[in-house]
C-alpha cells in the first residue's frame, strides 16, 4: 500500500485539485448545486475559509485557509465528496476495494494538495486558478465562467474584469509568473 505523505500544518493555506474518476464527465458543473451544497455542509461541519476556487466540469481547484487549531482538510474534503457522490447511483464496474469502502467510484481516490509557502506563492495558485477555464478552452475571457471565485475578486475590486484577456498561454503556479 501507498504511504503519501501530507501536511499537517495546523492554520495553513492550501491549494488542492480534486477530480472525478471519469475526466469526460461533465458532472461539478451540471449538477453544480449539489456540488454547492455538499462544500457549504462541510464547511458547516468543520470551518475554512475560502480563498479561491473554480469549478471546472470534471475537476475543480481551492485555496483553503484552515483555522488555527486545524490541518485536516482531508476529512473536509471526504465530506464534500460523500455529501456530492449520494446524489448519483454507483458505478456498475467498482473495484473491490471500492465496494468494501462503500465507495461509489465517482471521484479520483487522491486529491493533490500544496501548503502555501507566501504571498508570491498564493498569488500565482490563485491566478492559476482563476485563469484555468481558459486554459482548458471552455472560454475565451476569465470573465465568462460562471463557477469562479474571480467574480469575487472583481466584485471587491481586486481584479478588473478584462484580467488576463492578453494572456497567451496558461498560467503554472511553478513558472512564477503573473499576468
Same mark, same amino acid.
Not at 79 to 108: D, N, Y
Given at each position: 500500500?501507498?504511504?503519501?505523505?501530507?501536511?499537517?500544518?495546523?492554520?495553513? @493555506?492550501?491549494?488542492? @485539485?480534486? *477530480? /472525478? *474518476?471519469?475526466?469526460?464527465? $461533465?458532472?461539478?458543473?451540471?449538477?453544480?448545486?449539489?456540488?454547492?451544497?455538499?462544500?457549504?455542509?462541510?464547511?458547516?461541519? &468543520?470551518?475554512?475559509? @475560502?480563498?479561491?476556487?473554480?469549478?471546472?466540469?470534471?475537476? /475543480?481547484?481551492?485555496?483553503?485557509?484552515?483555522?488555527?487549531?486545524? *490541518?485536516?482538510?482531508?476529512?473536509?474534503?471526504?465530506?464534500?465528496?460523500?455529501?456530492?457522490?449520494?446524489?448519483?447511483? $454507483?458505478?456498475?464496474?467498482?473495484?473491490?476495494?471500492?465496494?468494501?469502502?462503500?465507495?461509489?467510484? /465517482?471521484?479520483?481516490?487522491?486529491?493533490?494538495?500544496? &501548503?502555501?509557502?507566501?504571498?508570491?506563492? !498564493?498569488?500565482?495558485?490563485?491566478?492559476?486558478?482563476?485563469?484555468?477555464?481558459?486554459?482548458?478552452? !471552455?472560454?475565451?475571457?476569465?470573465?465568462?465562467?460562471?463557477?469562479?471565485?474571480?467574480?469575487?475578486?472583481?466584485?471587491?475590486?481586486?481584479?478588473?474584469? &478584462?484580467?488576463?484577456?492578453?494572456?497567451?498561454?496558461?498560467?503554472?503556479?511553478?513558472?512564477?509568473?503573473?499576468?
Amino acid at each position: 500500500m501507498s504511504r503519501y505523505r501530507r501536511s499537517s500544518s495546523r492554520g495553513a @493555506t492550501y491549494f488542492f @485539485t480534486v *477530480a /472525478l *474518476a471519469d475526466r469526460s464527465s $461533465a458532472l461539478l458543473t451540471e449538477y453544480i448545486g449539489w456540488l454547492r451544497s455538499a462544500y457549504s455542509a462541510a464547511r458547516m461541519a &468543520q470551518p475554512f475559509r @475560502t480563498v479561491a476556487i473554480c469549478v471546472m466540469p470534471e475537476h /475543480l481547484h481551492a485555496i483553503w485557509e484552515l483555522p488555527p487549531d486545524d *490541518a485536516d482538510f482531508s476529512m473536509r474534503w471526504s465530506r464534500i465528496k460523500g455529501g456530492f457522490s449520494r446524489h448519483f447511483a $454507483a458505478a456498475p464496474a467498482r473495484s473491490m476495494s471500492k465496494r468494501q469502502k462503500r465507495e461509489k467510484g /465517482l471521484w479520483q481516490r487522491r486529491f493533490w494538495e500544496h &501548503q502555501i509557502r507566501d504571498e508570491g506563492d !498564493l498569488a500565482r495558485h490563485v491566478d492559476y486558478i482563476h485563469y484555468n477555464p481558459v486554459k482548458h478552452g !471552455l472560454v475565451c475571457r476569465v470573465a465568462d465562467w460562471p463557477y469562479s471565485s474571480f467574480h469575487r475578486y472583481v466584485e471587491r475590486g481586486a481584479l478588473p474584469v &478584462q484580467w488576463a484577456t492578453d494572456v497567451g498561454d496558461a498560467l503554472s503556479p511553478e513558472a512564477g509568473e503573473r499576468p
